[in-house]
Protein backbone atom coordinates (compact mmCIF):
# COMPACT_ATOMS: atom_id res chain seq x y z
CA UNK A 1 0.00 0.00 0.00
CA UNK A 2 2.49 2.60 0.51
CA UNK A 3 4.08 2.24 -2.81
CA UNK A 4 1.11 3.22 -4.75
CA UNK A 5 0.10 5.77 -2.28
CA UNK A 6 3.96 7.16 -2.99
CA UNK A 7 3.26 6.55 -7.07
CA UNK A 8 -0.22 8.76 -6.78
CA UNK A 9 1.49 11.41 -4.99
CA UNK A 10 3.97 11.18 -7.70
CA UNK A 11 1.64 11.35 -10.35
CA UNK A 12 0.05 14.53 -8.26
CA UNK A 13 2.72 16.63 -7.88
CA UNK A 14 4.17 15.55 -11.98
CA UNK A 15 0.53 16.52 -13.33
CA UNK A 16 0.58 19.65 -11.33
CA UNK A 17 4.15 20.81 -12.51
CA UNK A 18 3.39 19.51 -16.07
CA UNK A 19 -0.12 22.18 -16.46
CA UNK A 20 2.70 24.94 -14.80
CA UNK A 21 5.69 24.23 -17.80
CA UNK A 22 8.05 23.74 -14.93
CA UNK A 23 11.51 22.67 -15.97
CA UNK A 24 11.18 18.90 -16.59
CA UNK A 25 8.02 18.77 -14.83
CA UNK A 26 7.28 15.29 -14.49
CA UNK A 27 9.90 14.73 -12.37
CA UNK A 28 10.66 17.13 -10.13
CA UNK A 29 7.12 17.50 -9.50
CA UNK A 30 7.05 13.83 -8.70
CA UNK A 31 10.18 14.26 -6.53
CA UNK A 32 9.07 17.31 -4.78
CA UNK A 33 5.00 15.74 -4.21
CA UNK A 34 7.05 12.64 -2.79
CA UNK A 35 9.96 14.46 -0.73
CA UNK A 36 7.03 16.50 1.35
CA UNK A 37 5.00 13.31 1.89
CA UNK A 38 7.70 11.61 3.10
CA UNK A 39 8.82 14.34 5.00
CA UNK A 40 5.20 14.62 6.57
CA UNK A 41 4.67 11.55 7.14
CA UNK A 42 7.47 9.10 6.30
CA UNK A 43 5.56 6.69 4.57
CA UNK A 44 6.92 7.17 1.42
CA UNK A 45 8.27 3.48 -0.43
CA UNK A 46 9.34 2.89 -3.68
CA UNK A 47 11.12 -0.58 -4.42
CA UNK A 48 15.09 -0.12 -5.45
CA UNK A 49 14.64 -2.71 -9.14
CA UNK A 50 12.62 1.11 -9.75
CA UNK A 51 16.24 2.22 -10.13
CA UNK A 52 17.36 0.43 -13.17
CA UNK A 53 13.85 0.08 -14.84
CA UNK A 54 14.09 4.26 -15.22
CA UNK A 55 17.46 4.02 -16.34
CA UNK A 56 16.90 1.33 -19.26
CA UNK A 57 13.98 3.86 -19.99
CA UNK A 58 15.53 6.84 -20.06
CA UNK A 59 18.70 5.72 -21.99
CA UNK A 60 16.12 4.02 -24.67
CA UNK A 61 14.35 7.38 -24.97
CA UNK A 62 17.30 9.30 -25.71
CA UNK A 63 18.98 6.68 -28.04
CA UNK A 64 15.54 6.89 -29.77
CA UNK A 65 16.08 10.35 -30.74
CA UNK A 66 19.50 9.81 -32.45
CA UNK A 67 19.14 9.46 -36.42
CA UNK A 68 21.64 8.89 -39.11
CA UNK A 69 21.50 12.99 -40.06
CA UNK A 70 22.76 13.80 -36.78
CA UNK A 71 25.75 11.49 -37.45
CA UNK A 72 26.35 13.21 -40.65
CA UNK A 73 25.74 16.23 -39.28
CA UNK A 74 28.81 15.63 -37.04
CA UNK A 75 31.38 15.91 -39.74
CA UNK A 76 31.02 19.20 -40.03
CA UNK A 77 31.14 20.41 -36.59
CA UNK A 78 33.88 17.65 -35.50
CA UNK A 79 36.21 19.92 -33.96
CA UNK A 80 33.75 22.73 -32.33
CA UNK A 81 32.10 19.51 -30.98
CA UNK A 82 35.34 17.96 -29.26
CA UNK A 83 36.51 21.67 -28.48
CA UNK A 84 32.73 22.21 -26.83
CA UNK A 85 32.62 18.86 -24.87
CA UNK A 86 36.42 18.55 -23.23
CA UNK A 87 36.04 22.15 -21.98
CA UNK A 88 32.69 21.81 -20.52
CA UNK A 89 33.73 18.94 -19.05
CA UNK A 90 37.01 20.96 -17.22
CA UNK A 91 34.59 23.59 -16.16
CA UNK A 92 32.24 21.24 -14.57
CA UNK A 93 35.00 19.31 -12.83
CA UNK A 94 36.03 23.04 -11.37
CA UNK A 95 33.06 23.89 -10.46
CA UNK A 96 32.46 20.36 -9.00
CA UNK A 97 35.94 20.52 -7.09
CA UNK A 98 35.41 24.14 -5.55
CA UNK A 99 31.88 23.12 -4.08
CA UNK A 100 33.21 19.61 -2.65
CA UNK A 101 36.49 21.80 -0.98
CA UNK A 102 34.28 24.66 0.33
CA UNK A 103 31.22 22.26 1.46
CA UNK A 104 30.18 19.38 3.23
CA UNK A 105 29.15 17.60 0.17
CA UNK A 106 30.96 14.55 -0.71
CA UNK A 107 32.94 14.45 -4.09
CA UNK A 108 30.38 12.25 -6.12
CA UNK A 109 27.23 14.08 -5.33
CA UNK A 110 29.51 17.76 -5.60
CA UNK A 111 30.38 16.12 -9.92
CA UNK A 112 26.90 14.81 -10.63
CA UNK A 113 25.31 18.57 -9.43
CA UNK A 114 27.18 20.19 -11.73
CA UNK A 115 27.26 17.64 -14.84
CA UNK A 116 25.50 19.26 -17.77
CA UNK A 117 23.20 16.76 -18.31
CA UNK A 118 19.36 16.49 -17.60
CA UNK A 119 17.79 16.47 -14.58
CA UNK A 120 16.42 13.22 -14.92
CA UNK A 121 19.76 11.65 -16.33
CA UNK A 122 21.86 12.98 -13.58
CA UNK A 123 19.68 12.40 -10.90
CA UNK A 124 19.12 8.73 -11.99
CA UNK A 125 22.74 8.35 -12.70
CA UNK A 126 24.09 9.53 -9.53
CA UNK A 127 21.69 7.69 -7.28
CA UNK A 128 23.10 4.66 -9.03
CA UNK A 129 26.57 6.05 -7.53
CA UNK A 130 25.54 6.26 -3.95
CA UNK A 131 25.44 10.23 -4.36
CA UNK A 132 22.98 12.47 -2.95
CA UNK A 133 20.30 12.42 -5.20
CA UNK A 134 18.17 15.33 -3.98
CA UNK A 135 20.93 17.49 -3.59
CA UNK A 136 22.24 16.45 -7.46
CA UNK A 137 18.45 16.42 -8.48
CA UNK A 138 17.82 20.54 -6.43
CA UNK A 139 21.02 22.21 -8.17
CA UNK A 140 20.55 20.60 -11.35
CA UNK A 141 16.59 21.75 -11.56
CA UNK A 142 18.53 25.36 -10.42
CA UNK A 143 21.18 24.99 -13.58
CA UNK A 144 18.07 24.39 -15.51
CA UNK A 145 15.85 27.33 -14.32
CA UNK A 146 18.69 29.47 -14.71
CA UNK A 147 19.33 28.41 -17.90
CA UNK A 148 15.29 28.81 -19.07
CA UNK A 149 15.03 31.59 -17.41
CA UNK A 150 18.26 34.17 -18.06
CA UNK A 151 20.19 32.82 -20.79
CA UNK A 152 17.84 33.64 -23.55
CA UNK A 153 17.76 37.29 -22.53
CA UNK A 154 21.19 37.19 -21.87
CA UNK A 155 22.21 35.92 -25.31
CA UNK A 156 19.49 38.25 -27.18
CA UNK A 157 21.42 41.44 -25.19
CA UNK A 158 24.83 40.08 -26.83
CA UNK A 159 23.41 39.06 -30.20
CA UNK A 160 21.74 42.83 -30.22
CA UNK A 161 25.10 44.21 -29.32
CA UNK A 162 27.53 42.52 -32.44
CA UNK A 163 24.65 43.63 -34.45
CA UNK A 164 24.83 46.81 -34.21
CA UNK A 165 28.53 46.47 -34.08
CA UNK A 166 28.48 44.49 -37.46
CA UNK A 167 30.24 41.84 -36.45
CA UNK A 168 27.72 38.85 -36.21
CA UNK A 169 28.14 36.22 -38.89
CA UNK A 170 25.05 35.54 -40.99
CA UNK A 171 22.98 32.51 -39.81
CA UNK A 172 21.99 29.56 -42.31
CA UNK A 173 19.23 29.00 -40.33
CA UNK A 174 16.25 27.59 -42.48
CA UNK A 175 13.72 27.26 -40.08
CA UNK A 176 13.55 23.86 -39.73
CA UNK A 177 11.96 22.48 -36.08
CA UNK A 178 13.86 19.93 -35.35
CA UNK A 179 11.85 18.72 -32.79
CA UNK A 180 8.78 18.16 -35.22
CA UNK A 181 7.61 14.46 -35.79
CA UNK A 182 4.78 13.52 -37.88
CA UNK A 183 1.59 12.28 -36.14
CA UNK A 184 2.10 8.21 -36.55
CA UNK A 185 -0.94 6.02 -36.67
CA UNK A 186 -1.31 3.90 -33.06
CA UNK A 187 -0.10 0.69 -34.84
CA UNK A 188 2.53 1.63 -36.35
CA UNK A 189 2.54 3.54 -32.91
CA UNK A 190 2.24 0.72 -30.70
CA UNK A 191 4.70 -1.65 -33.12
CA UNK A 192 7.84 0.96 -33.21
CA UNK A 193 7.22 1.55 -29.57
CA UNK A 194 7.63 -2.42 -28.25
CA UNK A 195 10.43 -3.16 -30.84
CA UNK A 196 12.30 0.09 -29.72
CA UNK A 197 11.53 -0.63 -25.89
CA UNK A 198 12.81 -4.43 -26.49
CA UNK A 199 16.35 -3.25 -27.61
CA UNK A 200 16.56 -0.90 -25.20
CA UNK A 201 15.56 -3.23 -22.25
CA UNK A 202 17.79 -6.56 -23.57
CA UNK A 203 21.32 -3.95 -24.46
CA UNK A 204 20.33 -2.28 -21.06
CA UNK A 205 20.55 -5.71 -19.16
CA UNK A 206 23.69 -6.51 -20.65
CA UNK A 207 25.12 -3.20 -19.34
CA UNK A 208 24.35 -4.05 -16.31
CA UNK A 209 25.03 -7.09 -15.62
CA UNK A 210 28.66 -6.20 -17.46
CA UNK A 211 28.52 -3.73 -14.36
CA UNK A 212 29.83 -1.06 -16.75
CA UNK A 213 29.44 1.95 -14.45
CA UNK A 214 26.14 3.94 -15.55
CA UNK A 215 25.60 0.86 -18.24
CA UNK A 216 22.07 -0.05 -18.06
CA UNK A 217 21.63 3.57 -19.41
CA UNK A 218 24.24 4.40 -22.12
CA UNK A 219 24.40 0.76 -23.44
CA UNK A 220 20.45 1.28 -23.76
CA UNK A 221 20.73 4.26 -25.34
CA UNK A 222 24.25 3.25 -27.74
CA UNK A 223 21.44 0.36 -28.59
CA UNK A 224 18.97 1.88 -29.11
CA UNK A 225 20.63 4.59 -31.45
CA UNK A 226 22.42 1.94 -33.72
CA UNK A 227 19.05 0.91 -34.04
CA UNK A 228 17.60 3.90 -35.50
CA UNK A 229 20.60 4.71 -37.11
CA UNK A 230 20.46 2.13 -39.41
CA UNK A 231 16.41 1.56 -39.20
CA UNK A 232 14.96 4.98 -38.85
CA UNK A 233 12.38 3.44 -36.86
CA UNK A 234 13.27 3.52 -33.10
CA UNK A 235 10.24 5.66 -31.46
CA UNK A 236 9.43 6.26 -27.74
CA UNK A 237 6.20 8.28 -27.05
CA UNK A 238 6.73 11.38 -25.26
CA UNK A 239 4.07 10.03 -22.48
CA UNK A 240 5.97 7.14 -21.74
CA UNK A 241 9.27 9.23 -21.28
CA UNK A 242 7.15 11.49 -18.45
CA UNK A 243 5.69 8.33 -16.59
CA UNK A 244 9.37 7.04 -16.23
CA UNK A 245 10.55 10.55 -15.24
CA UNK A 246 7.61 10.59 -12.51
CA UNK A 247 9.12 7.65 -11.57
CA UNK A 248 12.09 8.69 -11.17
CA UNK A 249 10.98 11.55 -9.22
CA UNK A 250 9.66 9.52 -6.84
CA UNK A 251 12.54 7.15 -6.40
CA UNK A 252 14.93 10.14 -5.24
CA UNK A 253 11.74 12.04 -3.48
CA UNK A 254 10.96 8.61 -1.38
CA UNK A 255 14.67 9.25 0.16
CA UNK A 256 14.53 12.86 1.51
CA UNK A 257 13.57 13.40 4.79
CA UNK A 258 13.44 16.65 7.01
CA UNK A 259 17.40 15.92 8.10
CA UNK A 260 17.96 16.40 4.51
CA UNK A 261 15.56 19.46 4.24
CA UNK A 262 17.48 21.17 7.09
CA UNK A 263 21.07 20.81 5.65
CA UNK A 264 19.64 22.45 2.27
CA UNK A 265 20.84 25.74 4.01
CA UNK A 266 24.75 24.31 3.33
CA UNK A 267 24.15 24.33 -0.31
CA UNK A 268 24.12 28.11 -0.73
CA UNK A 269 27.55 28.54 -1.99
CA UNK A 270 26.70 25.51 -4.25
CA UNK A 271 23.77 27.17 -5.83
CA UNK A 272 25.87 30.48 -6.43
CA UNK A 273 28.63 28.33 -7.88
CA UNK A 274 26.13 27.02 -10.08
CA UNK A 275 24.38 29.99 -11.78
CA UNK A 276 27.57 31.83 -11.94
CA UNK A 277 29.67 29.40 -13.12
CA UNK A 278 27.36 27.87 -15.85
CA UNK A 279 26.70 32.07 -16.66
CA UNK A 280 30.53 32.29 -17.45
CA UNK A 281 31.01 29.14 -18.90
CA UNK A 282 28.06 29.25 -21.35
CA UNK A 283 29.96 32.97 -22.50
CA UNK A 284 33.67 31.80 -22.24
CA UNK A 285 32.97 28.85 -24.36
CA UNK A 286 30.22 30.61 -26.78
CA UNK A 287 32.47 33.56 -27.42
CA UNK A 288 34.95 31.11 -28.41
CA UNK A 289 33.30 28.92 -30.34
CA UNK A 290 32.66 31.96 -32.24
CA UNK A 291 35.77 32.66 -33.04
CA UNK A 292 36.74 29.78 -34.52
CA UNK A 293 33.99 28.42 -36.44
CA UNK A 294 31.45 30.44 -39.08
CA UNK A 295 28.70 29.93 -36.66
CA UNK A 296 26.94 33.25 -35.78
CA UNK A 297 26.55 35.13 -32.16
CA UNK A 298 23.40 32.79 -31.66
CA UNK A 299 24.41 29.82 -32.60
CA UNK A 300 27.47 29.80 -30.74
CA UNK A 301 26.16 30.63 -27.78
CA UNK A 302 22.55 28.26 -27.86
CA UNK A 303 25.05 25.54 -28.73
CA UNK A 304 27.35 26.45 -25.38
CA UNK A 305 24.22 26.20 -23.41
CA UNK A 306 23.88 23.92 -20.74
CA UNK A 307 20.36 23.13 -21.14
CA UNK A 308 18.22 20.79 -23.13
CA UNK A 309 18.12 19.23 -26.55
CA UNK A 310 14.82 20.21 -27.55
CA UNK A 311 14.56 23.37 -25.27
CA UNK A 312 17.90 24.79 -26.66
CA UNK A 313 17.12 23.83 -30.38
CA UNK A 314 13.17 25.80 -30.23
CA UNK A 315 14.94 28.69 -28.06
CA UNK A 316 17.32 29.01 -30.60
CA UNK A 317 15.32 28.98 -33.59
CA UNK A 318 13.18 31.82 -31.92
CA UNK A 319 15.82 34.31 -31.82
CA UNK A 320 17.73 33.06 -35.30
CA UNK A 321 20.13 30.92 -34.45
CA UNK A 322 21.16 27.99 -37.48
CA UNK A 323 19.17 25.34 -34.90
CA UNK A 324 20.30 22.00 -36.87
CA UNK A 325 23.89 23.08 -35.65
CA UNK A 326 22.66 23.50 -31.98
CA UNK A 327 20.99 20.33 -32.14
CA UNK A 328 23.95 18.45 -33.18
CA UNK A 329 26.14 20.06 -30.43
CA UNK A 330 23.88 19.95 -27.95
CA UNK A 331 23.70 16.06 -28.89
CA UNK A 332 27.41 15.67 -28.49
CA UNK A 333 27.45 17.21 -25.08
CA UNK A 334 24.42 15.13 -24.05
CA UNK A 335 26.09 11.93 -25.04
CA UNK A 336 29.36 12.74 -23.87
CA UNK A 337 28.31 13.13 -20.55
CA UNK A 338 25.72 10.01 -19.94
CA UNK A 339 28.60 7.64 -21.88
CA UNK A 340 31.95 9.03 -19.84
CA UNK A 341 30.71 11.59 -16.71
CA UNK A 342 30.28 8.69 -14.81
CA UNK A 343 33.72 6.52 -15.66
CA UNK A 344 35.50 9.83 -14.94
CA UNK A 345 33.54 10.51 -11.32
CA UNK A 346 34.03 6.60 -10.90
CA UNK A 347 37.67 6.81 -11.33
CA UNK A 348 37.93 10.34 -9.46
CA UNK A 349 36.26 8.89 -6.83
CA UNK A 350 38.27 6.35 -5.64
CA UNK A 351 41.08 8.75 -4.60
CA UNK A 352 38.72 10.30 -2.38
Known amino acids: MPFFITILVGFIGSHIALKLKFPAGAMTGSLFAVAIFNIITGDAYIPQ ?10 GTFIGAKITSADIKGLKDIFFPAIFLVISMAIFNFIMGFFIYYTTNIDIVTALFATAPGGIT ?35 KFLVKKFDKAGQNKPSSYNGINVNTKKKLPFSIMLKKSLITVFIGVITGLLGFFLKIPAGAMSIAMTGTALYNIFSNNAYMPLKLRQFIQTFAGAL ?32 I ?10 FSVQTSLFSAAPGGISDMSIIAGELGADTPKVAVMQFCRLVSVIAFYPILIKIISTFF
Open 285 to 294: LGMFIYKITD
Open 49 to 58: NIKIITQIST
Open 252 to 283: IGAKMTMADVISLKSIAIPVLVVIIGFSLMNF
Open 121 to 155: DMSILSYDFGADSSKVAILQLIRVISVLGFFPFFI
